[in-house]
Antibody
């Protein structure tokens, strides 16, 4: 079964840092691009970042320079290092598998909650 | 590209037909548009891709259509489990954006 499991969320103060993980199973991880999407409470889905199977990286303007995405194919895991966190970064962070070739997301994790508060 | 979904909320009864709209501020090339369903407390689920192709396991009461800037998701006969929030998404060449969602609620 294809599965993605996020972890690492929690409570952090404004300006703080947090590292999220997305652990994959049930498919050949190295063949797929993985994306991060977030959702503030009651708000729409917002695209955050992506790392391709070839290592190509993309960030939304709102997080560029503050977030760093990486992957460890030996551990079937993608990481999202988040720094200089702001109140507007709060929400549920989902990782999602891309079907291929900058296409749709065919599998999502259940998400991990990031709370930014003093 | 900005995606605008309408209506914001749609109130219908089981058995009725639902029509959800997604309008793009610029042409969506190659119909690279997807639809997702999200239920409370759950992750989104892929319904449609390429504007009109159903994802694996999606019932045929779901259909997608449209091209250019105007896209539609139709649910032919609503089942109780279809009441949820629906998002459209533009994708392709690292350009990913989501609409604001349409909430489909039981009337």
């Amino acid at each position: 079964e294809v599965q993605l499991v996020e972890s690492g969320g929690g409570l952090v103060q404004p300006g703080g840092s947090l590292r999220l993980s997305c652990a994959a199973s049930g498919f050949t991880f190295s063949d797929f691009s993985i994306h991060w999407v977030r959702q503030a409470p009651g708000k729409r889905l917002e695209y955050v970042s992506a790392i391709g199977d070839d290592g190509l990286i993309y960030y939304a303007t709102s997080v560029e320079g503050r977030f760093t995405i990486s992957r460890d194919n030996s551990k079937n895991t993608v990481y999202l290092q988040m720094g200089s966190l702001r109140l507007e970064d709060m929400g549920v962070y989902y990782c999602a598998r891309e079907a291929g070739g900058w296409s749709e997301f065919d599998c999502w994790g259940r998400g991990t909650l990031v709370t930014v508060s003093s | 590209v900005v995606l605008t979904q309408s209506p914001g909320t749609l109130s219908l009864s089981p058995g009725e037909r639902a029509t959800l709209s997604c309008r793009a501020s610029q042409t969506v090339t190659s119909n690279l548009l997807a639809w997702y369903q999200q239920k409370p407390g759950q992750a989104p689920r892929l319904l449609m891709y390429g504007a009109s192709s159903r994802a694996t396991g999606i019932p045929d009461r779901f259909s997608g259509s449209g091209s250019g800037t105007d896209f539609t998701l139709t649910i032919s006969r609503l089942e109780p489990e279809d009441f949820a929030v629906y998002y459209c998404q533009r994708y392709g060449s690292s350009r990913y954006t989501f609409g604001q969602g349409t909430k489909l609620e039981i009337k």
